[in-house]
Each structure stands twice: as C-alpha cells, then as structure tokens.
C-alpha cells in the first residue's frame, strides 16, 4: 500500500500516473496468427486449441446437445440469479432505445436519426480460472435489443475439449446464434477473417489477455470495429465520515483479487475512516481464496487523506477512474463535478459488484484513463444512428441560397450547381 | 464508367468491392514527425510549415487580430450563409441531447446515465484548394454543444503564413478557443503531445490527406480517441421512374468533384431514367471547374440497371455508403430496409449538398463501408455517457443473494463478501 497525507496538486498528476506495463512485442505473433487461420480455417483452430489450451477438440462449434446439457449442470440458484441479472440489464438497455425525433431545421426540411442493429457481431469470453457467464450477458443481452442477426459467441475450450456449462447456458438465454470454442488471438482472429464454420463479424467485443487485446487492435486493420482500448480494471472510491471502513475495504478488495495488476484508489477526508480502511483491508484479505493476487494488487495501490471532498472529486477526475464508489450518504451534490469516470456507485449500498452482476449497468467500461475520452458498452455500442433528412421543394428553395453560396466559397461548383438545377425546374 | 445491366446476386460482392489503395508505408515517416514534434514542440512546427507548406511562420498560434479581421474579409452573403448553416446544424445536433431517464431495475435500484463533455477535443481542417470551413461547422457546434472546455483547430498556413478567413471566422464564430497554424501529421502529433503553444487533446476529428489519417491511426497509440477511420467519399442514388436525371446527374457529379478516389455508384429500376442519367453526366461535367477531378472518379463509377427497388436496397446495404439517395417520390417504404449508409437523402429535392452544408445533419460520415459498423459525428461524438447507479439498503438486499450466486460461480469471494459484509450490518 502507498499511502499519503494531503499531497499537494502538483504531485497529483504523478499519483493518477497508472504504472506502463512492458508491452511485450506480440505483433509478429499476431500477424502470424492471422496468417495461420485465414490459410488454414477451422483446420488451424484445432492446432491452436491443442498448442495453446492443450484441448483436443474434433469440431470448433459447439453442438446443441452440449448447449443443452448445460442446463443441466446448473444450480437452479444459479439460473435464478442470472435470470434476475439478465431481466435487469434487459430493463437498462432497453430504456438506451431512443424515439424517433424529427427536427424541422429550417421550414421544408426534416432530419432525424434511426438506429440500426450492426448486423454481425462477435463476443469474446476468456477461459482461465472465473468463467465470465456474467459478460455473456453484459453483451449478448443489448446485442439482442439491438437486434444484431448474427450474434456469435468465442471461448476456449478446456482441457477436456468442453466449454464451462454457466457460459453455453447464459449464451443460449441471451440469444447468442453459434458457440465456438477457440481462444486467444486466434479467436479474434477468426471473427475477424471467418472460417468454415466461424461467420465474419463487424465488430468484436470482450475482455482477454494481452493476445487477445493485440489482436483487437490488429483486427482493425481488416474494418472490423472493436468495442474499445483495454487496461487492467480499476476502483477510486471516495469516502468521507459517512463512510464504512468495512465496506470500504470490502469494495477495495473485490478490485484487487482481479488480479496482480488491478488499479486501487482510496481518497478520504476523515482520519478515522482512511485509518480503520487500512485495518479493515488487512483484516479482511486473510479469508480471502484469491489472496496472494489481491496482495500484489494492493501493493501499488494508494491510500490518499484529501482535505475536502471537492478535490477528492477533482484528483478523481484527472484519474479517471472505470468504477468510482462514493462511499457517503450525502452524494447527490458530487454528481456533477463527476466529469472522468466509467460508472459510478451511490452510496454506502452501492457495492461495485451490484454492477458487476445484477444492478442493470454495463461492467465492460473504460480503463487506463479511457473514461476521459470512451463511454462504457452500452445499446449504442451494437447500432450505427444514421441520419436521414428529407426536403421539400420548398425547403430546397428555403435553404438553396446557403449552400449555393458556402459551396461557391469552398470552390464546389457541383455542389452548388446540385442545387441550382433543381431550382430552376 | 462501368455500366452494369442486371447483374446476378452472384456477381454483386465482386461489384461493391472498394478499390484498394496502395497504402504507402509511411508508419515509419509518422513516428519521425511525432518524435521531431514531441522533441522540439513549435519549433518543429514552425520547421514544418517551411518545409512541408512552403510557409514562413513566426508563431503557431492565430492572433486574435488575424481572427478579427477575418470577419471583413467575408461577403455578407456568406457570412449569412454561415449563420443559417450553423443554427440547423445547432438545432439538429441539440436535439441529441437526452433527458436523464433514471430506471428502476429492482426495487431500490436505480440505473441511469449523464452524458459529459469530453474535456479537450482537436480539430483539424485541411488545407489544400478548397477552405472547408464547412467541416469547421460540423465538428465546433456540436462540441460547444456538448460543453467541450477546450476546442481547438490546426489547419495549415498559406504560403504566406495566413489561415483562409472563413476558416478563421466560422471558428470564432463556433466557440473553437483557439487555432494554429500547423498541418498535415505534424498538427496530429502536437494535438496529441502537446508543445509550448498546443495544448493536448483527448480526441482528435477531422478529415485529411494519407498522412493525417496515418497519424490519427498513429495517435490513438498515446490515449487518444479519435472520430472514425477514414476513406475517400462516395455516394450512391437509388432512382425510380419518378427520378429526375438531371438531377441525379448533378448529385453523382458534385461527389465525383470531390477527387479522383470519389465513389459514385448509380442504381435505377428504370431503363429510361438510366440511359437519360448517364447522358446527363456526360453533359453536365463539361462545364464543371474541377472536370478533370471528377473525370477521373467518374472511370471507377457503376451505373447500374436492377431489377427492383428492393433489389437496389440490399445492393446499397451490401456497399454500405456514406450517402445515399432516394431519389423518387414515394421513399418511405424503403426506409426501414436500409441497413447500412452513413447518412440518407429522400426524395427528389434531397441532394447531398444540402447535407454537406446546410440541412442540419453531420458531413462527417463513414466510409469505405464502415456504415457497416461506425456512425456518423454527432453530439454522442463529443461526451462520454457515464452510467450511475443507487441501491438502497432494502435495493441490495433484494440483489444481494443474485450477485452472491453469481460472484461465486465465478470464483470472485471478495466481490460476494463486498455484498454480505453489508447484508450483515
């Protein structure tokens, strides 16, 4: 833990500094990857499952009768609670579609945006240690009010060659069209380039490791969209002496077991709660399974005594935080000095994995600073909003002379001479 | 041009095909421009503005008397023209902004979002033959909208060291703070790093030649956002018996004027309207000033006889076009059929110069079928949505059992305890 006693400003911009990680140089890698799977389809895949996930795997789809099964593998727990999570996210991102508004510009003129699904999208769970069934919902469930056609879904397989049954399960209720199993950049790759039985996609969403962010990046080369930059997750939470320690420490901790290199900020105002969040943090990582990755975490993280919460807001802001708690029951007056932050939890109930899960909230949000510049997933990541305007005759006559005037002036004789023969008829 | 009598289906994907354009290797000339900027700041620019624009320039930045006397050396006509142009695209682009709806998911679980401004945004404005001041327009309304604190605009000096007025006068006119001069990469790279003069931004819009597309490309290695990736313009008009050729013609030719590279693609159910088109392209581009420009765009053009106006919506939605034209009377079936296109024109007096300049819609629009997967600029361009939520005591206590389910089906204790720890209190 660092910690520190109101530093002043200048200091600050170090502080928000997140630490730069050696970018290994995978681009060779990555290039080969995409040489391998668009050669060789399904057939590389295969490879890339036995080389790198030690998984024999006859065919990548997965088939219905394993969707099926996993039903069966599930606690009914388990499937009420992600029914309750998914009708929650379903609830949020259905209120993101918008009415159609037409504006009369000028008289005779109309214009107005409609949304439209992008048609094929991709999704990336990773394997590892936690399977992310709870990204399956965060993204399959607004690529479905979307209304993508092709929503197609990339894990990789086990060693057993099988996907994780709570992934297939949320996949299926979600919507999610084909399941395949391959990871890594080759995965991105795939949905990149398509395979035999892998579709193309648009645009790739989800979380990976330093493969699969590489080859995100890559896979833009090709016109395929991703959902945005990522980093190492992050929580800045901001108490005052309303705050409760426990909590606190509670919420600073569900960070830090994300793993070695999560990002945790604590700002607080009063001694007593910035000095028994400390205790409380030590206290409570003893019980934890993931305590030696929660360890290394907070080894870089900063405890920070501000002298008024204002500024804990303004040091929050030049941070930028993806998850930002505001551990105090007066908030409401903090809410528009907000101005860099991914999503934002109210309160001493708002715990971070409400959001996490279940509160309806997107958790694929911004890191590394990206909140200055990105929004978090959300309805609009799965449409385009295309703008449509109609003119009347009356309205070209209406608006004719400005653009005559402006194309003349940018030198576009076409431009102006569009309008002119129209006016003339 | 390229004429095209009922092609089959088959033949289509070989017939939306984007001609590619050897991309120069120049990644390696883009880091030298950003080291040469990152190393001496203005000075570096002011080395540019010699080398690269044959300019002499004492600052970088714009004096507020240069902006000032700006404003004389414009006609009233075309500063009314400008003043009409920016209260459309004020009133199209203000009307984007969302009311707050908050969204009880559980009960005592409140989701919601708030859109903020980006802090700091970049424009940049070529320079070249035509002053597009026009593009001024599109991308400071919609920032001073947003509440932008800082908007700032590079574009290219003349050869004697001054900024084209209408450039100058729309962008005091629009709220930009402050403008320099310095273009092509170099502009990119100071926006991005910052100098003596420069302030950096987080998000970089605007259009460009090669190497400004490459250094935005190149950006984003730094943090920064950037508008959408770029290719060369095009249109495509869908046009029944009810269309007038003529101006249909007028409509190809004022994208084709737009350079050599233009896409321009013709579709019509009609024989009559199809052969009377292309003679009136044939006819209209003789008098054209930039003739050869359009010439040129016109070799790669397909005119294209379909069987029906359905057919000629899949067709469109198969290329994706930044701008699409109705051009019939009665469009409005066809509207929900569109897929892909960057913005839409309907009806006979809807040609694409009035979006250019005036009806109140974004001209910066995707490309190169990125319709596909990318929107067009608008207010959402400039601000991030940030998404809050509350749960109340008796909110997480009706979540709580869901996210505990879940965290620990995912392996995360230390997300599950952030809930019971308070659950217990």
Redesign the interface.
């Known amino acids: 833990m660092k910690i520190y006693r109101y530093p002043v400003k200048d200091t600050w911009t170090e502080l928000v500094k997140r630490p730069v990680f050696e970018r290994e140089e995978i681009s060779g890698l990555i290039a080969e990857i995409f040489a391998e799977v668009e050669n060789k389809g399904d057939k590389a895949l295969i490879g890339f499952n036995k080389k790198f996930d030690k998984a024999e795997t006859k065919s990548i789809a997965v088939t219905e009768e394993e969707i099926n099964n996993a039903e069966n593998e599930l606690s009914n727990?388990?499937k009420?609670?992600?029914q309750?999570?998914k009708?929650?996210i379903f609830?949020?991102h259905d209120?993101?579609n918008?009415e159609i508004?037409k504006?009369e510009?000028?008289k005779g003129?109309v214009?107005w945006?409609?949304n439209?699904a992008?048609?094929k999208v991709g999704i990336y769970i990773p394997g590892g240690?936690?399977?992310?069934?709870?990204t399956v919902l965060m993204l399959a469930v607004p690529a479905n009010i979307a209304g993508c056609e092709e929503i197609i879904l990339c894990t990789p397989p086990d060693k057993n060659g099988a996907v994780n049954p709570?992934i297939l399960y949320t996949a299926k209720l979600c919507g999610v069209s084909k399941i395949f199993k391959t990871g890594g950049a080759q995965a991105v790759a795939a949905m990149t380039l398509g395979t035999e039985s892998i579709p193309q996609v648009?645009?790739i969403f989800g979380p990976g490791n330093q493969f699969v962010v590489a080859a995100k990046e890559y896979a833009?080369r090709y016109?395929?969209?991703i959902d945005m930059?990522a980093g190492p997750s992050e929580v800045l939470v901001i108490a005052n002496e309303q705050a409760?320690p426990?909590?606190c420490a509670?919420?600073l901790?569900?960070q830090?077991?994300?793993g070695s290199d999560s990002q945790v900020i604590f700002l607080t105002t009063d001694l007593k709660v910035f000095n028994e969040t400390i205790s409380a943090v030590e206290q409570?990582i003893k019980?934890?399974?993931?305590n030696e990755m929660?360890g290394k975490a907070l080894e870089n993280s900063c405890f920070i005594l501000l002298n008024s919460l204002e500024e804990a807001v303004e040091f929050s802001n030049l941070y930028a935080p993806e998850h930002l708690i505001l551990a105090m029951d007066e908030f409401e007056k903090y809410?528009p000095m907000?101005?860099?932050?991914?999503?934002?939890?109210?309160?001493?109930?708002?715990?971070?994995?409400?959001?996490?899960?279940?509160?309806?909230?997107?958790h694929t949000l911004?890191t590394?600073?990206?909140?200055?510049?990105?929004?978090?997933v959300?309805l609009?990541s799965f449409?385009?909003?295309?703008?449509?305007?109609?003119?009347?005759?009356r309205?070209?006559q209406n608006?004719g002379?400005?653009?005559k005037?402006?194309?003349e002036?940018?030198?576009?004789?076409?431009?102006?001479?569009?309008?002119s023969?129209?006016l003339k008829?």
Do not use: W
Request: glycine fraction near 6%; charged fraction near 20%; include cysteine.
């Open positions: 727990d388990l009420k609670a992600i309750q999570a009708d929650n609830k949020f209120s993101q918008p508004q504006i510009t000028t003129v214009c945006r409609e439209r992008i048609e240690t936690a399977p992310l069934f709870s709570a648009y645009k833009q016109g395929v969209a930059p409760v426990e909590f509670a919420d901790l569900s830090a077991e994300h409570q019980d934890l399974s993931r929660a809410i907000i101005q860099n932050a991914g999503s934002v939890f109210l309160g001493n109930y708002s715990c971070e994995s409400a959001g996490d899960y279940a509160s309806g909230t997107n911004p590394n600073a990206y909140a200055k510049n990105y929004s978090g959300s609009d449409v385009k909003k295309i703008t449509f305007q109609h003119l009347s005759k309205g070209l608006l002379k400005t653009i005037v402006m194309a002036a940018e030198g576009l004789l076409a431009h102006k001479n569009a309008v023969i129209r008829k």
